[in-house]
Protein backbone atom coordinates (compact mmCIF):
# COMPACT_ATOMS: atom_id res chain seq x y z
CA UNK A 1 0.00 0.00 0.00
CA UNK A 2 1.27 3.44 -1.17
CA UNK A 3 0.84 6.62 1.28
CA UNK A 4 0.66 9.29 -0.14
CA UNK A 5 0.44 11.95 2.89
CA UNK A 6 4.23 11.75 2.73
CA UNK A 7 4.21 12.03 -1.35
CA UNK A 8 1.90 15.12 -0.96
CA UNK A 9 3.75 17.01 2.20
CA UNK A 10 7.02 16.59 0.44
CA UNK A 11 5.57 17.65 -2.87
CA UNK A 12 4.26 20.72 -0.88
CA UNK A 13 7.53 21.64 0.43
CA UNK A 14 9.40 21.35 -3.22
CA UNK A 15 6.58 24.06 -4.24
CA UNK A 16 7.40 26.08 -1.66
CA UNK A 17 10.98 26.01 -2.12
CA UNK A 18 10.39 26.57 -5.89
CA UNK A 19 8.04 29.41 -5.38
CA UNK A 20 10.53 31.09 -2.94
CA UNK A 21 13.25 30.62 -5.67
CA UNK A 22 10.85 32.22 -8.32
CA UNK A 23 11.64 35.93 -5.66
CA UNK A 24 15.09 36.46 -7.40
CA UNK A 25 14.63 37.02 -10.61
CA UNK A 26 11.87 39.50 -9.27
CA UNK A 27 14.24 41.43 -7.45
CA UNK A 28 16.30 41.46 -10.96
CA UNK A 29 13.44 42.41 -13.07
CA UNK A 30 12.53 45.06 -9.98
CA UNK A 31 16.32 46.68 -9.92
CA UNK A 32 16.12 47.05 -13.56
CA UNK A 33 12.67 48.55 -14.03
CA UNK A 34 11.33 45.71 -16.09
CA UNK A 35 7.70 44.79 -15.41
CA UNK A 36 7.96 41.59 -15.58
CA UNK A 37 8.96 41.21 -12.12
CA UNK A 38 4.56 41.21 -11.82
CA UNK A 39 4.64 37.97 -13.58
CA UNK A 40 7.65 36.39 -11.31
CA UNK A 41 5.39 37.67 -8.02
CA UNK A 42 2.05 36.22 -8.92
CA UNK A 43 3.45 33.07 -9.77
CA UNK A 44 5.32 32.90 -6.72
CA UNK A 45 2.20 33.76 -4.90
CA UNK A 46 0.16 31.11 -6.91
CA UNK A 47 2.81 28.40 -6.41
CA UNK A 48 2.99 29.10 -2.68
CA UNK A 49 -0.27 28.69 -2.12
CA UNK A 50 -1.10 25.13 -3.75
CA UNK A 51 2.13 24.12 -2.04
CA UNK A 52 1.23 25.02 1.28
CA UNK A 53 -2.42 23.69 0.56
CA UNK A 54 -1.09 20.46 0.08
CA UNK A 55 1.56 20.96 3.29
CA UNK A 56 -1.87 21.54 5.03
CA UNK A 57 -3.86 18.80 3.76
CA UNK A 58 -0.67 15.90 4.08
CA UNK A 59 0.38 17.29 7.70
CA UNK A 60 -0.57 15.62 10.50
CA UNK A 61 1.07 14.32 14.23
CA UNK A 62 2.19 11.09 13.21
CA UNK A 63 5.76 10.99 11.58
CA UNK A 64 5.80 10.57 8.03
CA UNK A 65 7.04 6.97 6.47
CA UNK A 66 8.75 7.67 2.78
CA UNK A 67 9.53 4.22 1.57
CA UNK A 68 10.70 2.67 -1.90
CA UNK A 69 6.90 3.15 -3.43
CA UNK A 70 6.78 6.55 -2.29
CA UNK A 71 10.30 7.80 -3.04
CA UNK A 72 9.65 6.50 -6.64
CA UNK A 73 5.98 8.02 -7.24
CA UNK A 74 7.47 11.26 -5.68
CA UNK A 75 10.49 11.57 -7.61
CA UNK A 76 8.10 11.03 -11.04
CA UNK A 77 5.87 13.43 -9.20
CA UNK A 78 8.27 16.40 -8.54
CA UNK A 79 9.63 16.45 -12.70
CA UNK A 80 6.22 16.71 -13.51
CA UNK A 81 4.49 19.10 -11.35
CA UNK A 82 7.28 21.08 -10.64
CA UNK A 83 7.80 21.65 -14.53
CA UNK A 84 4.43 22.58 -14.73
CA UNK A 85 4.60 25.50 -12.17
CA UNK A 86 7.77 26.50 -13.11
CA UNK A 87 6.89 27.11 -16.59
CA UNK A 88 4.04 29.82 -15.72
CA UNK A 89 7.01 32.54 -14.83
CA UNK A 90 8.65 31.89 -18.38
CA UNK A 91 4.70 31.58 -20.51
CA UNK A 92 4.89 35.57 -18.82
CA UNK A 93 7.13 36.13 -22.05
CA UNK A 94 4.48 35.66 -24.11
CA UNK A 95 5.30 32.19 -24.97
CA UNK A 96 2.79 29.56 -25.40
CA UNK A 97 2.72 27.10 -22.42
CA UNK A 98 3.78 24.34 -24.75
CA UNK A 99 7.20 26.33 -26.06
CA UNK A 100 7.47 27.31 -21.58
CA UNK A 101 6.75 23.72 -20.46
CA UNK A 102 9.42 22.60 -22.87
CA UNK A 103 11.98 25.23 -21.80
CA UNK A 104 11.48 24.44 -18.10
CA UNK A 105 11.50 21.07 -18.29
CA UNK A 106 14.48 21.25 -20.81
CA UNK A 107 16.00 23.32 -17.45
CA UNK A 108 14.93 21.17 -14.92
CA UNK A 109 16.23 17.96 -16.11
CA UNK A 110 19.30 19.89 -17.06
CA UNK A 111 18.99 19.02 -20.48
CA UNK A 112 19.52 22.64 -21.85
CA UNK A 113 17.56 22.45 -25.18
CA UNK A 114 15.87 26.33 -25.94
CA UNK A 115 12.98 27.59 -27.49
CA UNK A 116 14.09 30.84 -26.95
CA UNK A 117 15.78 33.59 -29.19
CA UNK A 118 17.61 36.52 -29.08
CA UNK A 119 19.14 36.12 -25.60
CA UNK A 120 21.08 38.61 -25.39
CA UNK A 121 18.37 41.23 -25.53
CA UNK A 122 15.70 39.33 -22.88
CA UNK A 123 15.33 40.34 -19.59
CA UNK A 124 17.57 39.07 -17.20
CA UNK A 125 14.95 38.20 -14.29
CA UNK A 126 14.08 35.47 -17.28
CA UNK A 127 17.79 34.47 -17.91
CA UNK A 128 18.64 33.82 -13.89
CA UNK A 129 15.12 31.70 -13.80
CA UNK A 130 16.32 29.62 -16.65
CA UNK A 131 19.98 29.32 -14.42
CA UNK A 132 18.11 28.35 -11.24
CA UNK A 133 15.64 25.60 -12.35
CA UNK A 134 19.24 24.22 -14.10
CA UNK A 135 20.83 24.32 -10.26
CA UNK A 136 17.64 23.19 -8.52
CA UNK A 137 17.45 20.24 -10.82
CA UNK A 138 21.38 19.27 -10.60
CA UNK A 139 20.95 19.02 -7.28
CA UNK A 140 17.56 17.00 -7.29
CA UNK A 141 19.02 14.35 -9.54
CA UNK A 142 21.94 13.63 -7.79
CA UNK A 143 19.92 13.31 -4.94
CA UNK A 144 17.94 10.69 -6.72
CA UNK A 145 20.96 8.97 -8.46
CA UNK A 146 22.63 8.45 -5.23
CA UNK A 147 19.40 7.57 -2.57
CA UNK A 148 16.66 6.45 -5.32
CA UNK A 149 17.38 4.33 -7.82
CA UNK A 150 19.64 1.96 -6.27
CA UNK A 151 17.05 1.31 -3.77
CA UNK A 152 14.81 0.48 -7.13
CA UNK A 153 18.15 -1.98 -8.04
CA UNK A 154 17.14 -0.58 -11.72
CA UNK A 155 19.87 -0.10 -14.43
CA UNK A 156 22.90 -1.49 -12.35
CA UNK A 157 22.45 1.27 -9.37
CA UNK A 158 22.38 -1.20 -7.00
CA UNK A 159 26.64 -1.22 -7.66
CA UNK A 160 26.12 2.72 -6.25
CA UNK A 161 24.55 1.92 -2.58
CA UNK A 162 25.93 3.78 0.12
CA UNK A 163 27.95 1.52 2.60
CA UNK A 164 25.91 0.74 5.73
CA UNK A 165 22.81 1.97 4.37
CA UNK A 166 19.38 0.72 5.22
CA UNK A 167 18.44 -2.17 3.79
CA UNK A 168 15.11 -2.40 4.84
CA UNK A 169 13.73 -0.42 1.86
CA UNK A 170 13.32 2.61 3.99
CA UNK A 171 14.38 6.06 2.39
CA UNK A 172 14.28 8.33 5.42
CA UNK A 173 16.96 7.07 7.55
CA UNK A 174 20.07 8.32 5.59
CA UNK A 175 18.33 10.67 2.97
CA UNK A 176 18.49 13.79 5.20
CA UNK A 177 22.73 13.26 5.80
CA UNK A 178 23.36 12.18 2.52
CA UNK A 179 21.14 15.23 1.21
CA UNK A 180 23.32 17.53 3.23
CA UNK A 181 26.56 16.24 2.24
CA UNK A 182 25.45 16.50 -1.49
CA UNK A 183 24.41 19.99 -1.26
CA UNK A 184 26.92 21.34 0.70
CA UNK A 185 29.65 19.62 -2.04
CA UNK A 186 27.21 20.88 -4.99
CA UNK A 187 27.40 24.74 -3.54
CA UNK A 188 30.94 24.84 -3.29
CA UNK A 189 31.33 23.81 -6.71
CA UNK A 190 29.05 26.26 -8.04
CA UNK A 191 30.66 29.55 -5.85
CA UNK A 192 34.00 27.84 -6.46
CA UNK A 193 33.07 28.15 -10.05
CA UNK A 194 31.03 31.58 -10.16
CA UNK A 195 34.67 32.88 -8.33
CA UNK A 196 36.96 31.93 -11.08
CA UNK A 197 34.23 32.79 -13.92
CA UNK A 198 34.40 36.40 -12.21
CA UNK A 199 38.25 36.36 -11.94
CA UNK A 200 38.64 35.93 -15.43
CA UNK A 201 36.51 38.46 -16.87
CA UNK A 202 32.57 37.43 -16.49
CA UNK A 203 30.19 40.13 -15.59
CA UNK A 204 29.19 39.42 -11.87
CA UNK A 205 25.43 38.03 -13.38
CA UNK A 206 27.46 36.26 -16.50
CA UNK A 207 29.14 34.63 -13.86
CA UNK A 208 26.44 33.65 -11.64
CA UNK A 209 23.74 32.23 -14.44
CA UNK A 210 27.05 30.00 -15.98
CA UNK A 211 28.27 29.13 -12.52
CA UNK A 212 24.80 27.22 -11.74
CA UNK A 213 24.41 25.70 -15.44
CA UNK A 214 28.27 24.60 -15.57
CA UNK A 215 28.11 22.51 -12.02
CA UNK A 216 24.75 21.02 -13.04
CA UNK A 217 26.12 20.23 -16.33
CA UNK A 218 23.04 21.67 -17.94
CA UNK A 219 24.03 24.24 -20.60
CA UNK A 220 21.89 27.03 -20.63
CA UNK A 221 23.83 30.29 -21.44
CA UNK A 222 22.16 34.21 -21.44
CA UNK A 223 24.04 34.60 -25.17
CA UNK A 224 22.98 33.57 -28.04
CA UNK A 225 26.43 32.15 -28.94
CA UNK A 226 26.46 29.96 -25.95
CA UNK A 227 30.29 29.82 -24.48
CA UNK A 228 31.48 31.30 -27.40
CA UNK A 229 30.47 34.62 -26.67
CA UNK A 230 33.00 35.16 -24.35
CA UNK A 231 36.03 34.26 -27.05
CA UNK A 232 38.49 33.25 -24.10
CA UNK A 233 40.48 30.51 -23.43
CA UNK A 234 40.83 30.91 -19.58
CA UNK A 235 37.41 30.72 -18.80
CA UNK A 236 36.88 27.54 -21.80
CA UNK A 237 39.05 25.67 -19.75
CA UNK A 238 37.41 26.53 -16.50
CA UNK A 239 34.50 25.47 -18.12
CA UNK A 240 35.94 22.38 -18.73
CA UNK A 241 37.27 21.81 -15.48
CA UNK A 242 33.89 22.26 -13.93
CA UNK A 243 32.10 20.28 -16.26
CA UNK A 244 34.04 17.69 -15.95
CA UNK A 245 33.96 18.13 -12.15
CA UNK A 246 30.03 17.90 -12.50
CA UNK A 247 30.08 14.82 -14.23
CA UNK A 248 31.78 13.28 -11.38
CA UNK A 249 30.21 11.09 -8.88
CA UNK A 250 29.54 12.71 -5.90
CA UNK A 251 29.59 9.45 -3.73
CA UNK A 252 33.32 9.88 -4.37
CA UNK A 253 33.34 13.32 -3.38
CA UNK A 254 31.56 12.57 0.17
CA UNK A 255 33.95 9.15 1.05
CA UNK A 256 37.04 11.97 -0.09
CA UNK A 257 35.71 14.00 2.73
CA UNK A 258 35.28 11.73 5.24
CA UNK A 259 38.89 10.62 5.39
CA UNK A 260 39.61 8.65 1.94
CA UNK A 261 40.57 11.38 -0.23
CA UNK A 262 42.47 8.54 -2.17
CA UNK A 263 38.70 7.27 -3.01
CA UNK A 264 38.57 9.72 -6.37
CA UNK A 265 41.77 7.87 -8.11
CA UNK A 266 41.17 4.45 -6.94
CA UNK A 267 37.10 4.53 -8.49
CA UNK A 268 37.28 2.53 -11.71
CA UNK A 269 34.30 4.76 -13.50
CA UNK A 270 36.02 7.86 -12.60
CA UNK A 271 39.36 6.34 -14.32
CA UNK A 272 37.22 5.05 -16.96
CA UNK A 273 35.82 8.30 -17.81
CA UNK A 274 38.78 10.82 -17.80
CA UNK A 275 40.62 7.42 -19.69
CA UNK A 276 37.80 7.52 -22.42
CA UNK A 277 37.37 11.95 -22.83
CA UNK A 278 41.06 12.64 -22.82
CA UNK A 279 41.38 10.12 -25.25
CA UNK A 280 38.75 11.21 -27.49
CA UNK A 281 39.74 15.32 -26.71
CA UNK A 282 43.09 13.94 -28.37
CA UNK A 283 41.41 12.27 -31.69
CA UNK A 284 39.30 15.21 -32.12
CA UNK A 285 42.08 17.83 -31.30
CA UNK A 286 44.46 15.67 -34.13
CA UNK A 287 41.49 15.70 -36.53
CA UNK A 288 41.55 19.31 -36.49
CA UNK A 289 45.01 20.35 -36.14
CA UNK A 290 45.70 18.01 -39.48
CA UNK A 291 42.42 18.12 -41.53
CA UNK A 292 41.52 22.02 -40.51
CA UNK A 293 44.70 23.65 -40.30
CA UNK A 294 44.74 24.88 -37.00
CA UNK A 295 47.34 25.04 -35.03
CA UNK A 296 47.50 22.17 -32.31
CA UNK A 297 47.18 24.66 -28.70
CA UNK A 298 43.86 26.00 -30.39
CA UNK A 299 43.07 22.11 -31.61
CA UNK A 300 42.79 20.67 -28.28
CA UNK A 301 41.23 23.52 -26.48
CA UNK A 302 38.44 23.41 -29.26
CA UNK A 303 38.26 19.97 -29.20
CA UNK A 304 38.33 19.46 -25.48
CA UNK A 305 35.39 21.45 -24.44
CA UNK A 306 33.46 21.26 -27.27
CA UNK A 307 33.48 16.79 -26.60
CA UNK A 308 33.66 17.64 -22.45
CA UNK A 309 30.47 19.93 -23.13
CA UNK A 310 29.06 16.57 -24.89
CA UNK A 311 30.09 13.80 -22.99
CA UNK A 312 29.05 15.36 -19.74
CA UNK A 313 25.55 16.26 -21.52
CA UNK A 314 26.09 19.74 -20.50
CA UNK A 315 25.34 20.84 -24.05
CA UNK A 316 27.89 24.44 -24.32
CA UNK A 317 28.86 24.52 -27.69
CA UNK A 318 32.07 27.50 -28.61
CA UNK A 319 32.24 26.41 -31.97
CA UNK A 320 29.54 24.78 -34.56
CA UNK A 321 31.26 21.25 -35.07
CA UNK A 322 28.77 20.09 -37.05
CA UNK A 323 31.20 22.55 -39.68
CA UNK A 324 34.12 20.32 -38.88
CA UNK A 325 33.37 17.75 -41.09
CA UNK A 326 31.42 14.25 -41.56
CA UNK A 327 33.92 12.42 -39.08
CA UNK A 328 33.16 15.14 -36.22
CA UNK A 329 29.91 15.20 -36.87
CA UNK A 330 29.75 11.33 -36.33
CA UNK A 331 31.92 11.08 -33.18
CA UNK A 332 29.57 13.73 -31.63
CA UNK A 333 26.60 11.75 -32.48
CA UNK A 334 28.16 8.86 -30.94
CA UNK A 335 29.66 10.64 -27.94
CA UNK A 336 25.12 11.98 -27.03
CA UNK A 337 25.04 8.23 -26.01
CA UNK A 338 28.07 8.11 -23.31
CA UNK A 339 27.32 10.19 -20.68
CA UNK A 340 29.15 11.29 -17.45
CA UNK A 341 29.77 9.22 -14.34
CA UNK A 342 26.35 7.35 -12.42
CA UNK A 343 25.80 9.64 -9.50
CA UNK A 344 26.36 12.81 -10.70
CA UNK A 345 24.84 15.73 -12.77
CA UNK A 346 25.17 14.36 -16.33
CA UNK A 347 22.93 12.23 -18.50
CA UNK A 348 23.48 9.72 -21.02
CA UNK A 349 24.03 5.48 -20.29
CA UNK A 350 26.46 6.40 -17.96
CA UNK A 351 30.07 5.30 -18.29
CA UNK A 352 29.70 2.37 -15.38
CA UNK A 353 27.20 0.56 -17.79
CA UNK A 354 29.71 0.54 -21.07
CA UNK A 355 32.21 -0.52 -18.46
CA UNK A 356 30.06 -3.44 -16.58
CA UNK A 357 29.27 -4.38 -20.83
CA UNK A 358 32.68 -4.62 -21.60
CA UNK A 359 33.37 -7.11 -18.62
CA UNK A 360 30.34 -8.92 -20.13
CA UNK A 361 31.41 -8.89 -23.43
CA UNK A 362 34.99 -10.51 -22.45
CA UNK A 363 33.42 -13.01 -19.79
CA UNK A 364 31.31 -14.52 -23.14
CA UNK A 365 34.25 -14.42 -25.36
CA UNK A 366 36.24 -16.20 -22.52
CA UNK A 367 33.57 -19.07 -22.05
CA UNK A 368 33.51 -19.26 -25.84
CA UNK A 369 37.31 -20.44 -25.74
CA UNK A 370 37.02 -22.05 -22.28
CA UNK A 371 33.45 -23.41 -21.58
CA UNK A 372 34.82 -24.92 -18.51
CA UNK A 373 36.37 -22.03 -17.15
CA UNK A 374 34.98 -20.05 -14.41
CA UNK A 375 34.75 -16.10 -14.91
CA UNK A 376 34.28 -13.96 -11.79
CA UNK A 377 32.94 -10.28 -12.92
CA UNK A 378 35.15 -8.18 -10.75
CA UNK A 379 33.80 -4.13 -10.87
CA UNK A 380 35.59 -1.94 -8.70
CA UNK A 381 37.39 -4.28 -6.60
CA UNK A 382 33.94 -6.06 -5.96
CA UNK A 383 32.39 -8.97 -7.20
CA UNK A 384 29.36 -7.98 -9.51
CA UNK A 385 26.15 -8.59 -8.09
CA UNK A 386 24.19 -11.43 -9.74
CA UNK A 387 21.51 -9.07 -10.89
CA UNK A 388 23.58 -6.32 -11.90
CA UNK A 389 24.58 -7.75 -15.61
CA UNK A 390 21.01 -8.43 -16.02
CA UNK A 391 19.94 -4.96 -15.00
CA UNK A 392 22.76 -3.50 -17.22
CA UNK A 393 22.26 -5.34 -20.79
CA UNK A 394 18.21 -4.68 -19.99
CA UNK A 395 18.90 -0.81 -19.27
CA UNK A 396 21.00 -0.73 -22.88
CA UNK A 397 18.40 -2.31 -25.08
CA UNK A 398 15.22 -0.48 -23.08
CA UNK A 399 17.56 3.00 -24.08
CA UNK A 400 18.16 1.75 -27.92
CA UNK A 401 14.49 0.96 -27.92
CA UNK A 402 13.64 4.24 -26.70
CA UNK A 403 16.00 6.72 -28.53
CA UNK A 404 14.34 4.51 -31.83
CA UNK A 405 10.47 5.00 -31.01
CA UNK A 406 10.93 8.81 -30.23
CA UNK A 407 13.06 8.99 -33.80
CA UNK A 408 9.95 7.16 -35.29
CA UNK A 409 7.56 9.50 -33.67
CA UNK A 410 9.44 12.57 -34.73
CA UNK A 411 10.10 11.82 -38.16
CA UNK A 412 6.37 10.95 -38.77
CA UNK A 413 6.10 14.92 -37.15
CA UNK A 414 7.70 15.80 -40.44
CA UNK A 415 11.44 15.86 -39.64
CA UNK A 416 14.03 14.56 -41.44
CA UNK A 417 15.53 11.35 -40.46
CA UNK A 418 18.88 13.44 -39.03
CA UNK A 419 17.42 15.59 -36.99
CA UNK A 420 14.46 13.12 -35.72
CA UNK A 421 17.21 10.80 -34.81
CA UNK A 422 19.59 13.47 -33.38
CA UNK A 423 16.90 15.15 -31.13
CA UNK A 424 16.15 12.21 -30.07
CA UNK A 425 19.27 10.77 -28.58
CA UNK A 426 20.05 14.06 -27.15
CA UNK A 427 16.78 14.46 -25.46
CA UNK A 428 16.77 10.81 -23.78
CA UNK A 429 20.53 11.84 -23.31
CA UNK A 430 19.87 15.62 -21.95
CA UNK A 431 22.74 16.89 -23.74
CA UNK A 432 21.36 19.57 -25.10
CA UNK A 433 22.51 20.67 -29.07
CA UNK A 434 21.47 17.84 -31.61
CA UNK A 435 22.50 17.85 -35.52
CA UNK A 436 20.72 19.70 -38.08
CA UNK A 437 19.30 23.09 -38.92
CA UNK A 438 16.79 22.85 -36.03
CA UNK A 439 18.62 21.25 -32.92
CA UNK A 440 22.30 21.47 -34.16
CA UNK A 441 24.51 24.05 -32.12
CA UNK A 442 23.53 26.98 -34.03
CA UNK A 443 19.68 26.22 -34.60
CA UNK A 444 17.06 26.74 -32.26
CA UNK A 445 14.08 24.36 -30.90
CA UNK A 446 11.34 26.58 -31.21
CA UNK A 447 10.85 26.01 -35.17
CA UNK A 448 9.72 22.52 -34.29
CA UNK A 449 6.23 21.52 -34.02
CA UNK A 450 4.63 21.70 -31.58
CA UNK A 451 3.59 18.16 -30.95
CA UNK A 452 7.42 17.66 -31.43
CA UNK A 453 8.40 19.64 -28.11
CA UNK A 454 5.63 17.78 -25.77
CA UNK A 455 7.55 14.42 -27.68
CA UNK A 456 10.93 15.68 -26.40
CA UNK A 457 9.80 17.02 -22.73
CA UNK A 458 8.35 13.63 -22.49
CA UNK A 459 11.83 11.94 -24.27
CA UNK A 460 14.03 14.59 -21.65
CA UNK A 461 11.72 13.11 -18.40
CA UNK A 462 11.91 9.54 -19.09
CA UNK A 463 15.63 9.97 -20.09
CA UNK A 464 16.44 11.59 -16.87
CA UNK A 465 14.07 9.38 -14.47
CA UNK A 466 15.45 6.10 -16.25
CA UNK A 467 11.72 5.43 -16.14
CA UNK A 468 11.59 2.65 -18.91
CA UNK A 469 13.88 0.76 -17.08
CA UNK A 470 12.10 1.14 -13.64
CA UNK A 471 8.93 0.14 -15.27
CA UNK A 472 10.58 -3.02 -16.78
CA UNK A 473 12.66 -4.08 -13.90
CA UNK A 474 11.35 -3.44 -10.42
CA UNK A 475 10.07 -6.93 -9.01
CA UNK A 476 6.72 -7.92 -9.29
CA UNK A 477 5.88 -7.77 -5.47
CA UNK A 478 6.95 -3.69 -5.80
CA UNK A 479 3.48 -3.75 -7.05
CA UNK A 480 1.45 -6.40 -4.95
CA UNK A 481 2.63 -5.07 -1.75
Known sequence: ?????????????????????????????????????????????????????????????????LGVK????????????????????????????????????????????????????????????RAILQGLGGLGIIVMAIIMLPFLRVGGMQLFQMEQSDRSEKVMPRAAELTLAIAGIYLAMIVACIAMYRLFGMTP??????????????????????????????????????????????????????????????????RGFLMFLGSVCLIMSAWLATVHGLPFGEALRKA??????????????SDDYSQWGPFAVGIFFLLMFVGGCSGSTSGGIKIYRLQVTSLLTRSHFVHLMSPNRVVTLVYNGRRLPSDVPFSVVAFLAIYMSTVGL????L???????????????????????GLGDYVGPSGNYASLPSAAKWVLSAAMLLGRLELFTVLVLLRIEFWRN
Open 70 to 129: EGFFLTTLCWIVLTAFAAIPIAGLGLSYTDAYFEAMSGLTTTGSTVLTRLDDLPRGILLW
Open 304 to 317: TFNVTSIVTTTGYA
Open 1 to 65: MIHFRPIFFALGLMLCTLASAMVLPAVIDVADGHENWRVFFTSAVFTFFIGGLLILVANDDSPPR
Open 411 to 433: AAMGLDLVTALSAAAQAVGNVGP
Open 406 to 409: FTVT
Open 205 to 270: FDAICHGLTTVATAGFSTHDESFGFFKSAPLEWICIFFMILGALPFVVFIKAIRGHPSALLKDTQV
